[in-house]
């Protein structure tokens, strides 16, 4: 199982750290990826890591702004977002997926609960 965490609000330009902590020992064996789901819209993709951490990938709209990471001693993985915008508000979830580079929510086979990320003044 997966949790994700450090969710809050926050003013428009500023910054927020997701963790999503895994409860078992497989964590390593899955790519990691970020998705959000803001109000009265589907659920989007946000970022992917490789299984050793390797070859990240963004939204082409997020790229700059966030960086994923992993620490696959620790079985968590993390989401840095900067420059924060109020349609950055949303659910965030991590989600871990058998194959890499994959970026539909179909393509994951674990989910974490959603963490909530307010922007707003």
């Known amino acids: 199982q997966l949790q994700a965490s450090g969710g809050g609000l926050v003013l428009p330009g500023g910054s927020l750290s997701l963790s999503c902590a895994a409860s078992?020992?497989?964590?390593?064996?899955?790519?990691m990826g970020w998705f959000r789901q803001a109000p009265g819209k589907e659920r989007e993709f946000v970022a992917l890591?490789?299984?050793?951490?390797?070859?990240?990938y963004y939204a082409d709209a997020l790229k700059g702004r966030f960086t994923i990471s992993r620490d696959n001693a620790k079985n968590a993985v993390f989401l840095q977002m900067n420059s924060l915008k109020p349609e950055d508000t949303a659910i965030y979830y991590c989600a871990g997926s058998s194959f890499y580079g994959l970026t539909s929510v179909s393509s994951y086979d674990i989910w974490g609960q959603g963490t909530l990320v307010t922007v707003s003044s």
């Open positions: 890591i490789s299984r050793s951490g390797g070859s990240p």
């Open positions: 078992r020992g497989t964590f390593s064996s899955y790519h």
